[in-house]
């Protein structure tokens, strides 16, 4: 073989190498895809850090799990005042001192505000939480409407504690201000 030739062949050999590589990476990634596509990127837990806003001193954490029967709420939030607040996911997942750009409460489905028991209401209407004398709410239920899956998605949301009680009055149950805010976010499983 003449030394050009043995160039050539060389040269065809590491161009055939690189050109398998190419193949076998796309492979991979295809068979990555295809996997995370059926095992799912499924999210089965989500948490909420709740930050007080401007003049309150609540806060707390919530976290969401999802279960056979729903998603179970959990969580503890302090520095409230005594008795009932109202507790729902609002459209937007963004603080702000006062509250209000989390915006409306979280309404896909077109329904009237309403008990989280109600048959009918948003599907952010998660209703009251309650503080002790200390300030502390405790929180913990399943509910079957709310979803970490599709256009009812809660993930990314708001989830916001009132300042007064949720009385279930229309249009968003006269809860007043909004002491706590937090984001609604993909949690380690
Ligand atoms: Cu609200
Ligand atoms: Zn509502």
Redesign the pocket.
Known sequence: MSIKKGVTAFAVGVLVCIALMGLHTSAVAQREAAKAKTEGVQVSKAVAILEHTQGSEAKGRVTFTQTEHGIQVKGEISGLTPGEHGF?VHEFGVWSPDGKAAGG?F?PTAQK??EREAAK??I??LGNIKANENGNAVIDFVDPRLTFHGPHSIIGRGLVVHEKPDDYGQP??NAGGRVAVGVIGVAQP
Do not use: I
């Open positions: 729902h409460h309404n505000h309403g209401r948003h952010g209407d968003t149950g």
